[in-house]
């Protein structure tokens, strides 16, 4: 069976896509920067480790050179503009080693885990497909992170064109089991306060399982030089939040709020980070993504990687119940 390389094993899709690869018979080969996470991984015995720095291509590259596929998935994922060189070194950087290395590899396929952020957006609130022109960059400001995976993609196109076998996947907003990290229980406890308030805006929402399904699929079966949406759900952060009150069983929000509280709020966390060691969250770019219905259409997923259609209630249910299960929530 073939030997496949992985970055970002052990954040949350990576987790799960290590499991799913060893489901399938294949040999695993990760690349980490140190043994705690991995640790934490039921799968931490079962695969071969490399620790190293995909911004240091030394610490890796000659010792992938017996893998036949290479799944890149490592990134920053972050919406602070201020930590523009910093998001930009790993995620458009990174990805042009992992791209290189590859390419001395000679691998026989590989795969960009990429991200709707990188393909635009409907502004008009339709869901859009793979075929939209980029149109992030049309913010002001821009969006660090929705620049820096759209110019991922740009490095991987250019490893196509020096031979690369490549197929690029962009997963949604990803909920589901294997978030060992809690990433998403912040949501959680917000929710679960029961605030009557809600924003207008909407998004798609996907199951890590239906992600991870495609992707593995599109080692054999995605054509190369394409890239495939894997969305599930559009929904009004007002139905999101209702699904969430369903099942944790607290009041479903009912006020809509506008945009200038939070705009407030933003530049008081804004302000705040200038003089403590903290994120804002949000970040003041992100309001640009207040209002828009930033919907997608994954048809193309589904009919040729056979992407399963997950419903996001399950999702949810399933999400929840591993949070509680290993003391995250």
Same mark, same amino acid.
């Given at each position: 069976?073939?030997?496949?390389?992985?970055?970002?094993?052990?954040?949350? +899709?990576?987790?799960?896509?290590?499991?799913?690869?060893?489901?399938?018979?294949f040999e695993v080969k990760i690349l980490a920067r140190s043994q705690k996470l991995i640790d934490l991984h039921?799968?931490?015995?079962?695969?071969?480790?490399?620790?190293g720095d995909i911004n240091k291509p030394e610490t890796f590259e000659d010792k992938v050179k017996d893998c036949? +596929?290479?799944?890149?998935?490592?990134?920053? /994922?972050?919406?602070?503009?201020?930590?523009?060189?910093?998001?930009?070194?790993?995620?458009?950087?990174?990805?042009?080693?992992?791209?290189?290395?590859?390419?001395?590899?000679?691998?026989?396929?590989? /795969?960009?885990?990429?991200?709707?952020?990188?393909?635009?957006?409907?502004?008009?609130?339709?869901?859009?497909?793979?075929?939209?022109?980029?149109?992030?960059?049309?913010?002001?400001?821009? $969006?660090?992170?929705?620049?820096?995976?759209?110019?991922?993609?740009?490095?991987?196109?250019?490893? /196509?064109?020096?031979?690369?076998?490549?197929?690029?996947?962009?997963?949604?907003?990803?909920?589901?089991?294997?978030?060992?990290?809690?990433?998403?229980?912040?949501?959680?406890?917000?929710?679960?306060?029961?605030?009557?308030?809600?924003?207008?805006?909407?998004?798609?929402?996907?199951?890590?399982?239906?992600?991870?399904?495609?992707?593995?699929?599109?080692?054999?079966?995605?054509?190369?030089?394409?890239?495939?949406?894997?969305?599930?759900?559009?929904?009004?952060?007002?139905?999101? /939040?209702?699904?969430?009150?369903?099942?944790?069983?607290?009041?479903?929000?009912?006020?809509?709020?506008?945009?200038?509280?939070?705009?407030?709020?933003?530049?008081?966390?804004?302000?705040?980070?200038?003089?403590?060691?903290?994120?804002?969250?949000?970040?003041?770019?992100?309001?640009?993504?207040?209002?828009?219905? +930033?919907?997608?259409?994954?048809?193309?997923?589904?009919?040729?990687?056979?992407?399963?259609?997950?419903?996001?209630?399950?999702? +949810?249910?399933?999400? $929840?119940?591993?949070?509680?299960?290993?003391?995250?929530?």
């Amino acid at each position: 069976m073939s030997k496949v390389f992985i970055t970002g094993a052990t954040g949350f +899709i990576g987790g799960n896509l290590v499991t799913g690869l060893l489901k399938r018979g294949f040999e695993v080969k990760i690349l980490a920067r140190s043994q705690k996470l991995i640790d934490l991984h039921p799968w931490k015995n079962k695969v071969e480790v490399i620790f190293g720095d995909i911004n240091k291509p030394e610490t890796f590259e000659d010792k992938v050179k017996d893998c036949e +596929i290479f799944i890149h998935d490592a990134a920053v /994922i972050s919406f602070w503009n201020r930590q523009w060189d910093k998001i930009h070194k790993v995620n458009v950087i990174g990805t042009r080693n992992v791209v290189n290395a590859a390419l001395k590899a000679n691998c026989k396929r590989f /795969i960009q885990i990429s991200s709707v952020a990188a393909i635009g957006y409907g502004e008009n609130g339709e869901a859009v497909n793979e075929d939209i022109k980029y149109n992030w960059n049309n913010l002001n400001p821009k $969006i660090v992170y929705m620049e820096t995976k759209h110019e991922a993609e740009l490095e991987v196109y250019e490893g /196509i064109k020096k031979g690369l076998n490549a197929v690029m996947v962009n997963p949604a907003n990803v909920w589901g089991v294997g978030d060992i990290r809690g990433r998403r229980v912040p949501v959680l406890k917000v929710a679960k306060l029961g605030l009557p308030f809600y924003v207008d805006a909407g998004t798609n929402f996907v199951d890590v399982e239906a992600v991870c399904e495609a992707t593995l699929n599109a080692i054999e079966i995605g054509k190369a030089g394409e890239r495939f949406i894997l969305g599930g759900e559009n929904l009004e952060v007002k139905e999101f /939040i209702g699904i969430l009150a369903d099942e944790l069983g607290f009041r479903k929000p009912f006020i809509r709020i506008g945009k200038t509280p939070i705009v407030a709020y933003t530049y008081l966390q804004e302000a705040l980070a200038c003089i403590l060691p903290i994120k804002p969250k949000p970040s003041f770019s992100q309001i640009n993504l207040l209002g828009p219905r +930033i919907y997608y259409d994954s048809s193309k997923a589904i009919r040729e990687l056979k992407m399963p259609v997950i419903p996001f209630k399950e999702t +949810i249910k399933k999400s $929840i119940a591993f949070y509680k299960e290993n003391g995250l929530l």
